[in-house]
């Protein structure tokens, strides 16, 4: 059975200076406390699963694509995909009964796509014949999808677009125009533009910041009063929930532990902030918003933030507590 405890168990030491190398992991991991030289952690989930933050799964295809592909793949559509197939799981395990396969790893690749990716069209970075299980491991899995990705977007010696290629990679070729992987792609395009590096409801690029610690994930816009146009920030879930909604949260067991853990008290709920003082939801707040309260106030009414209602339902973001202290995630 695999399992993995720190990412020095799953990554090889160049790809871990890599990884330190890039500004915005960094700063990440030295704010969840971990030390150059010492073995980092990796994130779980409330279930124990391992997973990558965004930081790091941006990182991880940014490193691919450069070292490997020469940047003809867009890292946005890796960490996009990664999403919508494993939730940036390392050990996400899928089988299909149709197809008699077993998916695996953050892109959820079949041992058998690996292997045929590696004998006919030499992709032969990661040797994984004889040996499926290095295929949970981050860059190794990153990479053969990549390569899948490169592959489909030539497929039969034609130039194919983004819809092909995403619809292709959820249901094969011929299924890349079929109805059955459409709503595939509609999720896809709803999770690519609510990636950090795409356009926020404020306006302008959110390239990553080297000084941000974390990576926002279900990122809250910031209304404007027709009155006076002053900004308004909704910091407090009350101001978001009704009472209703918020009664529901706090009987969530695993929401109650998140919140009691991170020192939130009843009728003073904190939304998780970045380093720009946007709120976005947790992991945990996520999946207990999609589960119950339904009567969310949105005085806004426009298309933003309905827009931020529907990928909600794609995307998810985590805190992580370590020593006593909350870092947002």
Known sequence: MVSFKYWD?????????????????????????ETIGQKVHLSRD?????????TEMRAVADIIVGRHFDSQIDPDMLCALAE???????????YDRKTKQTTVGIMQISPKTAEWLVSELGYRSYEVEGNPDLLYRPFVN?????????YLANFDQIKR???FVVRAYKGGTKKATHK??????????????SLPTRKFAGG?????????????????PVSTSPVSNTVVSHTQWESRASPEDMEDMWNHPDVLKEWTKSGEKQGQVRFSLDAKQRPYLSRVELKAYLAGPKNVDTPENGPLWQKFERA?????????????SCTIL
């Open 9 to 33: 168990d799953c990554v090889d030491p160049q790809d871990m200076e890599a990884m330190w190398r890039r500004p915005e992991v960094n700063t990440e991991w030295l704010d969840a406390g």
């Open 161 to 163: 677009n983004e819809e």
């Open 312 to 324: 909600l339902s794609d995307y998810e973001g985590t805190r992580r507590d370590r020593g006593g």
């Open 204 to 220: 302008g690029n959110a390239p990553i910041d080297a000084s941000v610690s974390t990576s926002p994930v279900s990122t809250m």
């Open 142 to 150: 990153i990479y053969f999808g990549a390569a899948y990705l490169k």
């Open 46 to 54: 409330p279930d124990g699963q391992n997973y990558l933050t965004q």
């Open 180 to 193: 059955s992987t459409l709503p595939y792609w509609n999720r896809y395009l709803l999770v690519n533009e």
């Open 84 to 94: 919508l197939e494993s939730d940036r799981q390392l050990l996400a395990m899928r």
